[in-house]
């Protein structure tokens, strides 16, 4: 009898593997459309909101507004990020991390 247990056990198992690699596969990861509204806008947002970014901390959010707060300053515009490229100019940021932000941002 313990045989056939050791065989069932052996085979749910199995079966459980491969039902979790089915929804592991056949899913989106989760990711839900981030509505325009929901978008974070770097141009006014605050240290909390920016904070809400992936690889976004403390120190990246006080960058982004001391970059923006220059930039007024120096007469160039309201806008000191038109798109994800102009985050580049901001100390830390690179265009990995700001591609990998691009997503959860508006630019209006």
Do not use: H, W
Not at 23 to 33: Q, R, Y
Not at 73 to 93: E, S, T
């Amino acid at each position: 009898m313990n045989r056939i247990q050791l065989f069932a056990f052996i085979i749910a198992s199995c079966m459980a593997v491969i039902f979790c690699l089915c929804f592991t596969i056949g899913s989106d990861s989760g990711a839900v459309p981030i509505e325009l509204e929901s978008r974070i806008n770097p141009n006014n947002a605050s240290a909390a909101g920016l904070m809400l970014l992936p690889g976004v901390g403390p120190a990246r959010a006080q960058a982004i507004i001391s970059y923006r707060e220059q930039f007024r300053q120096d007469g160039r515009g309201d806008l000191a990020f038109r798109d994800c490229n102009d985050l580049d100019n901001v100390k830390g940021i690179g265009p990995a991390t700001a591609r990998g932000m691009c997503k959860y941002l508006k630019f209006k």
